[in-house]
């Protein structure tokens, strides 16, 4: 298995804090992703990242901020959490020199619920 | 707009069933298709499939893409309890973004 580590596993919180989750990982893997997962929605992608301090958004990217200052640490950031941010978060990653699998390892997820 | 529509949405059968689920898809810059399994936590994976035609399989589980029609689809057959969970479809894009578009998934479950 791959390790991924995500946490909190379990987060309640609520209107307006901030919440940091952190997904590390021990492979080095160079690619890593940060998906939701709501019902009705499937996974969405809020952000990535394809190395040290290089990230992108993904299609509901809104309220959201990343950092990865290392290889094996990618922060999801919720500068003012809202209840339309209670979902499912899952942390995954790709090898570099697999990546033209397309084959991602995620996480066990962390549930957040906004109040 | 990327997508990628998966049906059907949810479906329940009996245990011995042979159970076909789709997935077609219109994303830029088409690289492979991917079929994850999400049982209670994490997905994990099924196959990916990068040519029109070739089937993939394994055991009772199988899949196969067709790029000029654009779909997939995810066959069980003689379906057992434990293949309940939602069946994840997802494309993988090439260039740039490097990344998979996912659909909302088909829930499958299967009863004894």
């Known amino acids: 298995d791959a390790g991924i580590t995500q946490s909190p596993r379990h987060k309640v919180t609520e209107t307006g804090t901030p919440v940091t989750l952190r997904c590390h990982q021990t492979?080095?893997?160079?690619?890593m992703y940060w998906y939701r997962q709501d019902p009705g929605h499937g996974l969405r992608l809020i952000h990535y990242?394809?190395?040290?301090?290089?990230?992108d958004k993904g299609e509901v990217s809104d309220g959201y901020s990343v950092s990865r200052s290392k290889t094996e640490d990618f922060l999801l950031t919720l500068e003012s959490a809202t209840s339309s941010q209670t979902s499912v978060y899952f942390c995954?990653?790709?090898?570099?020199?697999?990546?033209?699998?397309?084959?991602?390892?995620f996480g066990e997820g962390s549930r957040l619920t906004v109040l | 707009e990327d997508k990628v529509v998966q049906s059907p949405l949810s479906l329940v059968v009996h245990e011995g069933d042979t159970v076909t689920l789709n997935c077609s898809y219109e994303?830029?810059?088409?690289?492979?298709l991917l079929w994850y399994k999400q049982e209670k936590k994490a997905p994990t994976f099924l196959f990916m499939l990068?040519?029109?035609?070739i089937e993939k399989k394994s055991g009772r589980l199988s899949s196969i893409l067709d790029k000029k029609e654009l779909f997939s689809i995810l066959n069980i057959t003689a379906t057992q309890t434990g293949d309940s969970a939602i069946y994840l479809c997802?494309?993988?894009?090439?260039?740039?973004?490097?990344?998979?578009?996912f659909g909302k998934g088909t829930k499958l479950t299967v009863n004894p």
């Open positions: 994303v830029t810059n088409f690289r492979s």
């Open positions: 997802a494309v993988f894009q090439q260039g740039g973004s490097e990344k998979l578009v």
């Open positions: 995954a990653i790709t090898e570099s020199q697999v990546v033209d699998t397309g084959e991602l390892f």
């Open positions: 990068t040519s029109s035609g």
């Open positions: 990242s394809y190395g040290v301090k290089d990230t």
């Open positions: 492979e080095n893997h160079r690619y």
